[in-house]
């Protein structure tokens, strides 16, 4: 490969990584033949500028990322998501310093593996989950595939993908063998198959029940926030004129309780807001329960409300969801775990995600962000129904929404997410969308669904990241097994063409 070449092939996998990630523009194709471009860059260049275009590369996806889902460019959030981004040049060191170590086939896994390794790492220690990190997300389409996520979670559709990177550059190094191609060709092979007759065989059947998600109508909240508009800060907020601000939120309570009573009389047994969908100021809280109980009563509906309460200490501010049965308990309060960050003015609650048995089977709760943490959603494997009241924006809510299937998939419940501001969306345990509505494009959002209620789960919920921890152990053992072979040459260009 001389220099031309290579530096348009580092060119043309950065273009393709602009919407190969899951994002508003994504191509799930794209996802699977960027990598072979970047690698094979990588593998043919000298180690600085193998190394600094990756760099580059993950970098300039990352920031067209946060530019498409409409977040904040210039910010902490920038930061954050750079450092992120960094960390993708780690599986590309070790293809450079143990791949070329080791023979046939075994040589293709070092790439997955390092893969696999960075995504679980940044899952579970950085403070945004695997909401940038996971190429699984891009499939969520594929649901033959997608399947796949209920034995490895997320972990097992990266893997492929990042695999049939490294096996296609090494047939486009070496030239074509069977030796090479069969380990993969087989796994992908049983993959799909399993998928597949997953799907068909294995699909809910039985007990449903209808699921209702209701959004404040859209010329409300506009009033509403323009009626607060003079307090930008939750202390703000907290110190204003009680009775400026219960007139401010009252329109848009009354018109998710208005929207919930209609849909519970329509037949909804269970009703879902979004969440931050009610507001209350601390002392009105109890008032606003009251309501809701009352519609939940008069209806024989559960009520999940999501809701924004105003407090007078430090940071002024509560995010939580409160679970009203048809008797006018309060079944649970729960608070968001995993504000977002940078964004989310408010203290994190415990992390313990609620469950309550009902006719309709037992039911489980997180808000929004929160499903972005596979541990946290595997909390409540033995569900039958989690709901998830969440608040997107324009740029973001559809994706938001996707990413939310393959918890789905992952645990083997079916997935209520009411978002606000974005797209609600309800998937079975296999990842089908059952039904889903636009807060754009309607005046007051509203969805209805049968949801399975028979839950089964998953192996992945039973044993959690084992396979991410094996792809660990598996990435040491190479590893180790490389460094005894003794130093060979770092993936060196072919012969008569140099490196840059």
Request: charged share 15%; aromatic share 8%; proline share 7%.
């Amino acid at each position: 490969m001389n220099h031309v070449t290579r530096w348009a092939a580092l060119a043309a996998g950065t273009a393709l990584s602009l919407v190969a990630a899951h994002g508003r523009w994504e191509v799930a194709g794209a996802a699977w033949i960027h990598l072979i471009l970047l690698l094979r860059f990588s593998r043919t260049s000298r180690t600085l500028p193998a190394l600094g275009g990756i760099a580059l590369a993950t970098v300039v996806s990352t920031t067209f990322w946060l530019y498409e889902s409409g977040l904040p460019v210039f910010s902490p959030v920038l930061a954050l998501s750079l450092f992120m981004a960094l960390t993708g040049v780690v599986p590309y060191v070790l293809d450079r310093l143990v791949a070329a170590r080791l023979p046939g086939a075994w040589a293709t896994l070092v790439f997955p593996l390092g893969v696999v390794g960075v995504e679980y790492a940044l899952a579970n220690v950085s403070p945004v989950g695997n909401i940038l990190s996971s190429l699984a997300a891009t499939q969520h389409d594929n649901l033959p595939l997608l399947q796949l996520v209920s034995v490895t979670g997320g972990y097992g559709v990266s893997f492929l993908i990042a695999w049939f990177a490294a096996v296609c550059n090494h047939l486009w190094q070496d030239g074509f063998t069977w030796r090479r191609v069969a380990p993969f060709a087989t796994v992908l092979t049983l993959v799909l198959v399993g998928g597949s007759m997953r799907l068909a065989l294995a699909a809910p059947s039985g007990e449903t029940v209808r699921v209702a998600g209701v959004s404040p109508a859209r010329s409300v909240l506009e009033a509403s926030n323009k009626a607060l508009n003079g307090f930008p800060s939750p202390e703000q907020l907290a110190g204003a004129d009680p009775d400026t601000v219960r007139r401010a939120f009252a329109p848009v309570n009354d018109s998710l309780l208005t929207a919930t009573e209609r849909e519970a009389r329509a037949g909804a047994r269970i009703v879902v807001w979004p969440e931050a969908g009610g507001a209350a100021r601390e002392a009105d809280k109890q008032r606003l329960i009251d309501a809701i109980a009352a519609v939940a009563v008069r209806t024989g509906s559960y009520v999940d409300a999501g809701l924004i309460v105003i407090t007078g200490a430090p940071p002024y501010m509560r995010n939580e969801t409160v679970l009203v049965d048809p008797n006018g308990r309060a079944r649970w309060t729960y608070e968001k775990a995993r504000p977002v960050p940078g964004m989310d003015p408010f203290a994190p609650g415990d992390g313990r995600v609620p469950t309550a048995g009902t006719p309709f089977g037992r039911l489980a709760n997180v808000i929004c962000f929160d499903a972005d943490f596979p541990a946290l959603m595997r909390q409540a494997a033995d569900v039958d129904l989690m709901l998830v009241p969440s608040n997107d924006w324009y740029g973001f809510g559809a994706t938001h929404t996707e990413k939310a299937a393959v918890r789905a998939v992952e645990n083997g419940y079916s997935l209520i997410r009411q978002a606000s501001n974005g797209l609600a969306a309800v998937f079975d345990p296999q990842g089908r969308t059952l039904t889903s509505a636009d807060y754009f494009t309607t005046r007051q959002q509203t969805m209805t669904a049968y949801v399975p209620v028979a839950s089964d789960p998953t192996i992945y919920a039973r044993i959690g990241d084992v396979f991410a921890w094996l792809c660990l152990a598996a990435s040491a053992a190479l590893g180790a097994v490389a460094m005894r072979t003794g130093r060979l040459p770092v993936t060196p260009p072919p012969a008569g063409q140099g490196g840059s």
